[in-house]
């Protein structure tokens, strides 16, 4: 090999080295990429440690404080996690784990989150993501909290006569039956789900000729104020619907609190509570 060529490997070698200390990930930030991750994220994340949350977080549906709101720029791509290259990638269980290949090149670990359907769930993503951040004595107090606040909420069933049937409703009539985590929110508040009851399971839309001639005892809204605009929005003007929100009383819930099985349902399920607890 010529006198130069061993130079430049030489030189190219010593080059890398000078660099490599550039490229050496911080031990402690975190990058999230979807509005469900960032949930999880800020409540077990201190806002120093996080690179960047999803690109929904500046959104109206984001719960994110505004010391962070500026960081909104991540989502499952491979080449934006290989530039961002933190330490942690948290994803949401719909999220692409292939999106973290090359960043895991880098050095990045990568955690999905699985779907949550009830508070078991949620709480099993916790413990998981507590590990996977070090930060498990967290983790232990935030799923402490939530179940000394679930069973606040059965103390609070307990003290009403009767067990009102909830209907959660968005504008385009989507409703969620047995098996959702609204479902969840709307047992732990002390309610029965009208949805189940219509026989629907899982996510559905309400069928406007069976509210015709039944009615819930109460309307859950969400995403009115604060969801995507959507071309079947109009069904929310039906007649059959007018006339059942004139009827029946009506609480509306930030969509941000359940765009997913998350540490802030609890805070859904509380807001439902309070709703019946006024309900005549």
Same mark, same amino acid.
């Given at each position: 090999?010529?006198?130069?060529?061993?130079?430049?490997?030489?030189?190219?070698?010593?080059?890398?080295?000078?660099?490599?200390?550039?490229?050496?990930?911080?031990?402690?930030?975190?990058?999230?990429?979807?509005?469900?991750?960032?949930?999880?994220?800020?409540? #077990?994340?201190?806002?120093?440690?996080?690179?960047?949350?999803?690109?929904?977080?500046?959104?109206?549906?984001?719960?994110?404080?505004?010391?962070?709101?500026?960081?909104?720029?991540?989502?499952?791509?491979?080449?934006? #996690?290989?530039?961002?290259?933190?330490?942690?990638?948290?994803?949401?269980?719909?999220?692409?784990?292939?999106?973290?290949?090359?960043?895991?090149?880098?050095?990045?670990?990568?955690?999905?989150?699985?779907?949550?359907?009830?508070?078991?769930?949620?709480?099993?993503?916790?413990?998981? #993501?507590?590990?996977?951040?070090?930060?498990?004595?967290?983790?232990?107090?935030?799923?402490?909290?939530?179940?000394?606040?679930?069973?606040?909420?059965?103390?609070?069933?307990?003290?009403?006569?009767?067990?009102?049937?909830?209907?959660?409703?968005?504008?385009?009539?989507?409703?969620?039956?047995?098996?959702?985590?609204?479902?969840?929110?709307?047992?732990?508040?002390?309610?029965?789900?009208?949805?189940?009851?219509?026989?629907?399971?899982?996510?559905?839309?309400?069928?406007?000729?069976?509210?015709?001639?039944?009615?819930?005892?109460?309307?859950?809204?969400?995403?009115?104020?604060?969801?995507?605009?959507?071309?079947?929005?109009?069904?929310?003007?039906?007649?059959?619907?007018?006339?059942?929100?004139?009827?029946?009383?009506?609480?509306?819930?930030?969509?941000?609190?359940?765009?997913?099985?998350?540490?802030?349902?609890?805070?859904?399920?509380?807001?439902?509570?309070?709703?019946?607890?006024?309900?005549?």
């Amino acid at each position: 090999m010529a006198a130069w060529q061993h130079s430049f490997r030489a030189c190219s070698i010593v080059i890398i080295g000078l660099f490599w200390p550039i490229m050496t990930l911080a031990q402690d930030e975190v990058v999230s990429t979807s509005l469900c991750a960032d949930a999880y994220v800020l409540a #077990l994340v201190e806002p120093a440690q996080i690179k960047a949350l999803s690109w929904q977080a500046s959104s109206k549906l984001s719960h994110a404080p505004d010391a962070v709101r500026s960081l909104s720029n991540a989502w499952s791509s491979q080449e934006l #996690l290989l530039s961002l290259s933190p330490a942690k990638i948290i994803l949401g269980a719909g999220d692409n784990i292939a999106a973290t290949s090359l960043a895991k090149q880098r050095g990045s670990k990568a955690l999905q989150l699985a779907p949550a359907n009830d508070f078991a769930a949620i709480e099993d993503n916790l413990v998981k #993501l507590g590990n996977f951040l070090n930060k498990q004595d967290q983790a232990k107090v935030i799923i402490l909290a939530q179940q000394t606040r679930l069973q606040n909420l059965k103390f609070r069933k307990q003290n009403r006569r009767e067990q009102p049937k909830v209907l959660y409703l968005t504008p385009t009539l989507g409703t969620a039956g047995s098996g959702t985590f609204i479902d969840a929110a709307i047992i732990a508040a002390g309610a029965r789900n009208f949805a189940t009851e219509l026989g629907i399971e899982n996510w559905g839309r309400v069928p406007l000729e069976l509210l015709a001639t039944q009615q819930p005892d109460l309307i859950v809204s969400s995403f009115f104020r604060d969801g995507s605009p959507s071309v079947l929005q109009f069904r929310a003007n039906h007649s059959i619907l007018k006339g059942l929100q004139q009827k029946v009383p009506q609480k509306h819930i930030s969509g941000g609190l359940w765009v997913c099985g998350g540490p802030l349902l609890i805070t859904a399920a509380e807001q439902i509570a309070a709703a019946l607890d006024q309900w005549p």
